[in-house]
C-alpha cells in the first residue's frame, strides 16, 4: 500500500468515526429534556389538525412543541387541575378554544399522554382526544416493555416466552434484564381464540424503555396497526 492510499483510506476512516458520533449525539438530543415536578410529556397519534395548540397550566397558555415520533420535551404541570388543550379563537373576550381534556393521571408526577382525533359523533364531543398514563420509573422501569392495546377487544401477547393478556387501556409492562449492548425479543399479538395478527422482533438495551402500541388496521389494510416508541 502506496502513503498515498494509506492516507486516503485513513481520511474516510476518520470521516466515518465523525459521522457516527455526530449521529449519535444527534440521536441522544432528540431524548426529552429532564424536568423535576408534576409534568407531562404527549405523543401525537395522527397529525394534529392546528397549526398551534396550547395547554393551560394556572392562566398560562403554553404551546406543545411536537417530535415527530417521538415524545415532546416535558412540560410543567404545577398549577393545572387537568390537561386541557386548546387553539386560538377569533374572540376578544376568550382567546383560546378548548378542543381536549383529561384528567391529570393520579398519583405520580410523571405523565405520558397521546393525542389524537376523536372519531365519536357524539354531540358536545371535544375533536381531540386524549389518553394518560403513569411515566415514571416505578410504573415503567429501564429495561423493560410497555404494551398498551388501542383495539376495542383483549388480545393475548406473546413476548419473552410468557404469553399475556391485554386488555383495551390497561397497559402492561414488561420488565426484562437486557444488556447494555441490546437484545432482540421476538414479539407476537394474538387474539383471544390465537389467532396470529402481527409479531416482530424488539430491540431494546438496558437503559431504555420501549412502547409496543396496537391498533386496528388502518382503512383499506389488513394488517394490525403496531407501533413502537422508543424513549
Not at 104 to 117: D, E, H, I, R
Not at 119 to 125: A, I, K, N, T, V
Not at 151 to 173: A, E, M, T, W, Y
Amino acid at each position: 500500500m502506496t502513503s498515498l492510499q494509506f492516507t486516503v483510506r485513513l481520511t474516510a476512516l476518520l470521516c466515518l468515526i465523525s459521522s457516527s458520533l455526530c449521529y449519535a449525539q444527534e440521536e441522544a438530543g432528540d431524548k426529552p429534556k429532564p424536568y423535576k415536578g408534576t409534568a407531562f410529556t404527549a405523543i401525537a397519534l395522527s397529525k394534529i389538525p392546528y397549526e398551534n395548540l396550547y395547554y393551560r397550566n394556572g392562566t398560562k397558555f403554553i404551546e406543545i412543541i411536537w417530535k415527530n415520533g417521538r415524545r415532546s420535551d416535558p412540560y410543567p404541570l404545577s398549577k393545572a387541575e387537568a390537561l386541557e388543550l386548546f387553539i386560538e379563537h377569533d374572540d376578544p373576550e376568550k382567546p383560546y378554544l378548548l378542543v381536549g381534556k383529561a384528567s391529570l393521571v393520579a398519583n405520580t408526577q410523571k405523565m405520558l399522554y397521546f393525542v389524537g382525533l376523536n372519531s365519536s359523533e357524539q354531540e358536545g364531543q371535544l375533536p381531540l382526544k386524549i389518553y394518560g398514563i403513569d411515566d415514571s420509573k416505578n410504573a415503567f422501569p429501564d429495561s423493560s416493555y410497555r404494551f398498551i392495546n388501542f383495539v376495542s377487544s383483549p388480545l393475548v401477547i406473546d413476548f419473552n416466552k410468557k404469553r399475556f393478556l391485554v386488555k383495551p387501556g390497561q397497559p402492561k409492562v414488561q420488565k426484562l434484564s437486557l444488556s447494555q449492548a441490546g437484545e432482540f425479543t421476538p414479539f407476537v399479538v394474538r387474539t383471544s381464540k390465537g389467532k396470529v395478527l402481527g409479531g416482530t422482533r424488539l430491540f431494546s438495551h438496558a437503559d431504555n424503555r420501549e412502547m409496543v402500541l396496537i391498533f386496528p388496521p388502518k382503512k383499506g389494510k389488513k394488517r394490525m396497526d403496531i407501533r413502537f416508541y422508543s424513549e
